[in-house]
C-alpha cells in the first residue's frame, strides 16, 4: 500500500482510493459479540488490514440523517464524542436528502452513477450543517485537518465530497448503486485511514436477534434492513462495529450503551 512518511513514521494517506480489498485468506471469524442496553457490539478478531498503521487511533462515528431533525442532536452528540476513548471523526448521512435524491432517480430515471453521487453530495451538504450546529464542530476535508481538530480539542465532522474532489478515485471501488449507502462509505472510510473501529448511531435499536448466538450479526442487519446491502463486504476489515440508539443514549449511561466480551 501507499504510505507516506511523516517525521519517520509510515502514516497511511487519507486519499487512498477507498475501494474494497477485502481479507481473502477467509481466517477473519466472528470471535463473540453481545447486544446490552441500548446497542450491539460486533468484534472480528485482528486481520491484517489494507493500510499500515496511522499515527492516530481514531474511531469514525457514522451520524444518521434521520437525527437530524432532533432538536437534542447538537448536545447530546458533543457529549457522546467526549465520552469516546480515542480521538472521533464524524460522518454524516444523507438522511432526507439523499431520500429526495432516491425518488430524483425514479422519477427522473436518472442513471445509478449520477444519483450515486448526488447522495453522497446531500452527505456534504449535512456535514456542513452539522458543523455549524456548535463550536465544537469542525468540517474537514483531509486527515491533517482532523488532527490539527483533535490538537486543538474540537470534533472533526468529514467532508468527503471535498475528499473526492481531491481524488477523483476515492471509492471508486464501491459500485455507485443504492445498495452502497452512508454506511458502507462509513465502513469503507474507517478502513482505508485504518480506524479499525466503526460506530453507527442510529434512531433505532440494531435488530435483537444479532447477538452472540448469531454466525453472522452483521448479515442479520442488512437482511432487516438497518444497513444497506453491501455493509457486510465494507465492514470485513473492521475489528469492532457498534451500533447505538443515539436518542435513547444518555451522557448519565456507565457505558456508551454497548458492550464487548472476549
Known sequence: CLL??????????????????????????????????RGLCLCRGPISGPVGPSIVKAIVVKLGGSLLDWPYLAERLEAFMRRLTQPG???????????RVRSWHRRHRLGSVPAHYLAVEAMGFNARLVASLADCFALATTWEACTAFW???RIPV???????????????????????TSDSLAALLAR????????????????REATAWCPEPISVWAKRGYVDSYFPAAAAGLERVEAINLRRWSPASSSMGVDQIG
Open 89 to 99: 471523526l464524524i460522518v454524516v448521512g444523507g438522511g432526507k436528502l439523499a431520500d
Open 158 to 180: 468529514a467532508d468527503l465530497v471535498g475528499w473526492m474532489h481531491r481524488n477523483a478515485w476515492v471509492f471508486a471501488d464501491a459500485p455507485p448503486t443504492w445498495s452502497v
Open 192 to 207: 482505508r485511514i485504518d480506524c479499525r473501529h466503526l460506530i453507527l448511531l442510529k434512531s433505532a435499536d440494531p435488530p
Open 4 to 37: 507516506e512518511r511523516l517525521g519517520g513514521v509510515p502514516r497511511p494517506l487519507v486519499t487512498l482510493s477507498l475501494g474494497l480489498e477485502l481479507c481473502r485468506s477467509g481466517a477473519v471469524g466472528l470471535s463473540r459479540c453481545l447486544g446490552l442496553g
Open 151 to 153: 490538537r486543538a480539542g
